[in-house]
């Protein structure tokens, strides 16, 4: 190449990660926090639950009795959505379980995303499913945030592999489920009043 010519412009040298992000340090810190999260949980359902016990033995204990099961309460809807966010940071890996199981641990991520209670409503919950984790929990989540406010029916309703909505299906919702390997039958993108339908993933199904 001639001196005279136009050089060309030399490649930008990549972004250093040194020191860690913000982003990176929690990232070192998550598997610490889920066993930290799991030891703390279990110390305070313990001792609530032998709290609970002793005040029930106790006359005149009932009003302190009450408190203390809100409080027990509290702490296992806490419990629930910590571990459920948690999870969020857990190496993918490939899971199987019942379809109850999994919409029981993603409702308080559901829940939290949706902003209100979802009521969920059982037919079966019996179907046997494989699928990758945290990945379909987090399509599950993002899901929920189109929730409406809650109306007089049930916003899901499982039936063995089927889960119906009491909303449309976004389009990026629908495209996380379908790269967590469950299908979308019915709504997504639809219009406002619409409702939904997703085929969970069954283990053994192509």
């Given at each position: 190449m001639s001196p005279d010519e136009p050089q060309p412009e030399p490649e930008p040298e990549p972004r250093s990660t040194w020191p860690p992000?913000?982003?990176?340090?929690?990232?070192?810190?998550?598997?610490?926090?889920?066993?930290?999260?799991?030891?703390?949980s279990m110390v305070m359902s313990v001792n609530l639950d032998a709290a609970a016990a002793a005040l029930a033995r106790q006359p005149g204990g009932e009003r302190?009795?009450?408190?203390?099961?809100?409080?027990?309460?509290?702490?296992?809807?806490?419990?629930?959505?910590?571990r459920g966010v948690l999870a969020l940071s857990r190496p993918d890996a490939a899971v199987r379980t019942s379809s109850g199981e999994l919409l029981q641990a993603a409702l308080p991520l559901m829940e939290l995303a949706?902003?209100?209670?979802?009521?969920?409503?059982?037919?079966?919950?019996?179907?046997?499913?494989a699928f990758r984790r945290p990945a379909l929990d987090a399509a599950l989540a993002?899901?929920?945030?189109?929730?409406?406010p809650a109306g007089a029916?049930?916003?899901?309703?499982?039936?063995?592999?089927?889960?119906e909505l009491a909303w449309a299906v976004e389009t990026?919702?629908?495209?996380?489920?379908?790269?967590?390997?469950?299908?979308?039958?019915?709504?997504?993108?639809?219009?406002?009043?619409?409702?939904g339908r997703l085929r969970l993933p069954v283990a053994g199904r192509a």
């Amino acid at each position: 190449m001639s001196p005279d010519e136009p050089q060309p412009e030399p490649e930008p040298e990549p972004r250093s990660t040194w020191p860690p992000s913000p982003r990176e340090v929690l990232d070192l810190l998550l598997p610490a926090a889920r066993h930290a999260a799991n030891n703390l949980s279990m110390v305070m359902s313990v001792n609530l639950d032998a709290a609970a016990a002793a005040l029930a033995r106790q006359p005149g204990g009932e009003r302190v009795l009450r408190q203390v099961e809100r409080v027990s309460q509290a702490a296992q809807e806490f419990d629930a959505i910590l571990r459920g966010v948690l999870a969020l940071s857990r190496p993918d890996a490939a899971v199987r379980t019942s379809s109850g199981e999994l919409l029981q641990a993603a409702l308080p991520l559901m829940e939290l995303a949706a902003n209100r209670r979802l009521r969920l409503e059982v037919v079966s919950g019996e179907a046997a499913l494989a699928f990758r984790r945290p990945a379909l929990d987090a399509a599950l989540a993002l899901l929920a945030r189109a929730a409406p406010p809650a109306g007089a029916t049930a916003d899901l309703r499982l039936d063995g592999d089927t889960l119906e909505l009491a909303w449309a299906v976004e389009t990026v919702a629908a495209a996380a489920l379908r790269a967590a390997g469950a299908a979308v039958e019915a709504g997504e993108g639809a219009a406002d009043g619409a409702t939904g339908r997703l085929r969970l993933p069954v283990a053994g199904r192509a």
